[in-house]
């Protein structure tokens, strides 16, 4: 009988199998549903009380000038927005370490977050200046494209999808998502698309802006595990989005336009200095404020949420040179690596580089364009050279390279 009541009873409380639900056999004793649930709350309560902690450890925090020099080691230039975006990213961690400081409520200063808005032509840089920053600090990143959201209710994704993708790239472990980074691209793309009213919905425009004010503000969000649309049968994971820093991309196509009209409108009045202003009309995005973005077609409480705005610098001949040689990630070190990785060494003539940079200004494609530059001159010696074991050493001359471009469908791309 004694053998029989060891048998049936939970190894932890002691509760016989009549007086549980559910009874767990394991290799030399028993557990009761009631002591699985009591330990997955310790469980729980633990993780959380030492998850700042372990957070904290794993975030590298920078300061300032040091995080701007490591950006200075991927990204070439663009000196201006690299300081606001090293300074709005210290403010916030900052800000997220003070929050698990012990500090007596009298001195606690409730500090906002810093979230960013930055504003370049295509391939200048946005992308890579949002990755490398989450690369240094080693802490969840995600890139989402605005183009895909729309309003709930219809075709497309909901806001929350954009959390989705943050879950996933910290492997679901919400308490470091929610101190993670989204880089939200092609902001611009869901501007409103009039101030006039319209008896069609613009579901993809002024609704995913409004979808997306909660987000940036903070507040706790039901999140589907898989992304794309809600449904009530879904179990949803919440995360709360008052630490996650939003850094908002885009190319605002036109905007030039408006800074333009802007300017010239401060010239007129009577008290207009004497002093003529000198403006640099080559780039105008240096000039770029909150005003401008409203004229675009952002709506005031999405500006509002996106306090740090900043520009990046259309890019020259002398920075598309450095961009293919200097970086860690530069393009030509990748071809040397992937040709060695071959056994050939390939060497450049002088003039080759030069050439690649006038064709990639003249398709103005900015350092984007550059790959696709490479890639055409490239392909054959690429096919050819690894089933050729006689090739050792490669040399690519500016007559070849031009012979090459010349051929391929790049050449016949017109620039407006």
């Keep these: 009988m004694a053998k029989e009541d060891k048998e049936i009873k939970c190894s932890f409380c002691g509760r016989k199998k009549q007086e549980t639900e559910v009874l767990i056999a394991g290799i030399t004793g028993h557990i009761c549903n009631h002591c699985v649930t009591q330990a997955q709350t310790i469980v729980r309560d633990e993780a959380s009380q030492n998850s700042g902690a372990s ?10 000038m040091e995080i701007k020099k490591h ?68 802490v969840p990143f995600c890139i989402a494209d605005a183009t895909v959201l729309t309003e709930a209710g219809y075709v497309g994704e909901d806001v929350e999808s954009i959390l989705s993708r943050l879950l996933q790239a910290a492997d679901f472990d919400v308490t ?6 989204v880089f939200i691209d092609e902001i611009d793309k869901i501007a409103r698309k009039s101030d006039n009213p319209s008896i069609t919905r613009d579901v993809s425009g002024e609704g995913v802006q409004q979808g997306l004010l909660k987000l940036l503000e903070g507040s706790v969000v039901g999140v589907p595990p898989q992304g794309g649309r809600k449904h009530p049968e879904q179990k949803m ?13 885009g190319a605002f196509d036109g905007i030039t336009r408006n800074i333009g009209k802007r300017l010239q409108t401060q010239a007129i009045g009577y008290n207009v200095s004497k002093e ?64 060695e990785m071959d056994g ?20 103005k494609l900015g350092a984007r364009g550059l790959r696709s530059i490479c890639e ?41």
Excluded: W
Excluded at 237 to 249: D, E, P, R, S
Excluded at 280 to 303: A, H, M, R, W
Excluded at 344 to 363: P, S
Excluded at 384 to 411: C, F, H, I, Q
């Design 71 to 138: 950006l200075d080691e991927y990204v070439i230039g663009q000196d201006e927005a690299k300081k606001v975006l090293s300074v709005a990213v210290y403010n916030h961690y900052k800000r997220l370490i003070k929050s698990q400081s012990k500090t007596s409520e009298k001195d606690e200063v409730e500090i906002d977050k810093s979230n960013v808005i930055m504003v370049g032509e295509t391939g200048t840089g946005k992308t890579l200046l949002a990755r490398t920053i989450a690369k240094v600090l080693n």
């Design 55 to 64: 957070i904290f450890n794993a975030l590298h925090l920078l300061k300032p």
């Design 376 to 416: 055409a001159i490239m392909m054959d010696l690429m096919f050819d050279t690894p089933s050729d074991a006689t090739v050792k050493e490669v040399n690519l001359t500016l007559r070849y390279a031009k012979d090459k471009l010349k051929k391929s469908t790049l050449n016949k791309l017109k620039v407006a």
């Design 344 to 363: 050939v060494k390939i060497t450049f003539e002088k003039g080759v580089l030069d050439f690649i940079v006038e064709k990639a200004m003249e398709f």
């Design 276 to 339: 003529k202003v000198s403006i640099d009309t080559d780039n105008l995005l240096q000039y770029v404020s909150p005003q401008d973005l409203k004229s675009f077609g952002l709506i005031p409480e999405l500006i509002g949420r996106l306090p740090v705005l900043t520009y990046l610098n259309p890019l020259d001949a002398d920075t598309l040179r450095r961009i293919l040689s200097e970086p860690k990630n530069a393009l030509i070190k990748q071809y040397l690596h992937l040709f």
């Design 176 to 181: 470091a998502a929610e101190r993670g980074i």
């Design 237 to 249: 994971i919440q995360v709360n989005t008052k630490n996650i820093l939003f850094i908002c991309g």
